[in-house]
């Protein structure tokens, strides 16, 4: 695993180490040895497979809840996005965007002070995310991400009523 800084304090891309031999591949994507490198306790982890089209997010959690989160694809391709909300940083407001996929074995650490989300960019994209923290929606928020995407039509995307009712990312900086 090489672990890539970002400009953004604390976010990291990392690219693990596929192996494969005649039985397929395999990839280590979660080690508690690597608290060195990146604070890594996973309390819960999920799998979404999605459409192409589908986005999920932006979405963060405040307090005790807030979360790190490491994503990995397992299957297809996805862009992520990030933006930085700790109001402290200098990156402020700012986003960032990786293209990560099941061929560039690419990952992400996401601190806190983050919000985050995806879109599929091939159907059956497959991702994997564990987090810090357990889910709680009473401290969930979050960001329309299509709205920052409304000029690119190369993609429909597919949105999740909850999702829809998001403010856009300008309004949410102007709280």
Do not use: W
């Not at 192996?19 to 508690?32: A, E």
């Amino acid at each position: 695993m090489k672990i890539k800084k970002t400009i953004f304090r604390g976010l990291l891309e990392i690219k693990y180490k596929k192996h494969l031999d005649s039985r397929g591949t395999l990839v280590k994507i979660f080690n508690k040895l690597n608290n060195n490198k990146f604070k890594n306790e996973c309390y819960e982890s999920y799998v979404s497979t999605s459409q192409k089209g589908s986005y999920r997010g932006l979405h963060a959690q405040k307090g005790k809840y807030a979360q790190d989160k490491l994503i990995y694809c397992v299957q297809g391709k996805i862009l992520d996005v990030v933006i930085d909300i700790r109001k402290n940083s200098n990156m402020y407001g700012k986003i960032y965007k990786k293209t990560i996929s099941s061929h560039n074995n690419i990952g992400l650490f996401v601190p806190k002070g983050f919000m985050h989300g995806i879109i599929a960019l091939e159907n059956q994209t497959i991702i994997v995310m564990y987090c810090s923290k357990p889910y709680n929606s009473k401290s969930e928020y979050g960001v329309r991400l299509d709205d920052m995407f409304k000029n690119k039509k190369k993609i429909k995307l597919i949105i999740s009523e909850k999702d829809k009712r998001l403010p856009t990312l300008n309004e949410f900086l102007k709280r």
